[in-house]
């Protein structure tokens, strides 16, 4: 008799507690002082689970409703109709992006066997599958944002990673192994720096924010497979700012307005690659890299 007793006292305390002499108020009936439910559970220690059990509730407090959860939405891979036509065309231009994935993973074996001529011609043929992809599916109709993140991660591996193995390959015995993994190393972050940011920037039809990873990708490449005659440490130093190239502010033309040059432009590296084509791809590249500087003070002049 004495534990039922006091199994209920317990269960009355916590629901009213002790009150004053009078009136009990009016919020009581609403809510629970949960001030006065911490002293007793302070004063009788840790309720015991029988009590908090049978705890009367106030029938003006209404039961907390439960929220379902909504059901796990499945986002298609391909947006729009789902024919077996763009089906396939979906696949064709899919099947580009994982061809220069691979041929990324091609380059990077061919290099630690020593064959670096053959790792930055593979390089090359990354560089064709990467912008045909992106022109398939331009004309396909197939663009999706799964492609384009696709598109991403390929580039990542083919010329974030591959890329500066190659030239780290190709740089063996040539200078400090310390210094050519700094600059290699330098490529890799700054090719993940200049992804990112692309992904996530508003795009410009007209200029590219920094050296795109593709083509800083066939500089190197076509370095390597040409055997451009400086030395070792210059080159070193190309590779770093060329790295640095990329994660810049400076605004570089895009190909459709180098295509739409006048002619005579054109004839000069032309007639120059057919004299050196080493110098010509030398001097062609320095200049590039010199016009986002020149565009960028000549934006700022006429701003």
């Keep these: 008799m004495r534990r039922s007793s006091t199994f209920a006292r317990q269960v009355l305390l916590v629901r009213v507690g002790r009150r004053d ?5 009016a919020a009581d009936l609403v809510a629970p002082d949960h001030r006065r439910t911490d002293r007793q559970r302070l004063r009788y220690g840790r309720l ?3 009590v908090e059990a049978v705890m009367p ?8 409703a439960v929220v379902d959860e909504p059901p796990a939405m499945v986002i298609p891979l391909l947006p729009g109709a789902r024919t077996a036509a763009r089906r396939a065309k979906f696949a064709l231009v899919n099947a580009c992006t994982l061809s220069s994935l691979m041929l990324g993973m091609l380059a990077i074996f061919l290099a630690m066997r020593g064959e670096v001529r053959t790792a930055a011609l593979c390089l090359i043929a990354c560089v064709v599958f990467d912008g045909l992809d992106g022109a398939l599916a331009r004309r396909l109709g197939v663009a999706s944002p799964f492609g384009a993140q696709m598109d991403s991660l390929a580039d990542m591996c083919s010329f974030g990673i591959a890329a500066p193995v190659v030239v780290y390959a190709s740089l063996a015995g040539s200078v400090r192994p310390a210094a050519a993994a700094v600059a290699c190393a330098l490529v890799a972050a ?4 200049r992804l990112a940011r692309f992904n996530v920037s508003p795009k410009d039809g007209r200029f590219f924010c920094g050296v795109p990873t593709t083509m800083a990708a066939a500089v190197l490449a076509l370095t390597v497979a040409i055997g451009v005659p400086v030395s070792g440490r210059v080159l070193v130093g190309g590779v770093a700012l060329l790295a640095f190239a990329m994660v810049s502010s400076f605004p570089y033309a895009k ?4 295509v739409k040059l006048p002619p005579w432009l054109w004839l000069a590296p032309v007639l120059g690659a057919l004299v050196d084509i080493r110098l010509t791809f030398a001097l062609v590249v ?5 016009s986002g500087p020149v565009l960028w003070l000549h934006q700022r002049r006429t701003a």
């Design 21 to 25: 002499a009078g009136a009990a108020p």
């Design 48 to 50: 015991d689970p029988e």
């Design 57 to 64: 509730v106030s029938p003006a407090l209404a039961p907390a």
């Design 190 to 193: 700054c090719a993940a720096i």
């Design 255 to 258: 190909l459709a307005r180098l």
């Design 286 to 290: 320095v200049g590039y890299l010199v």
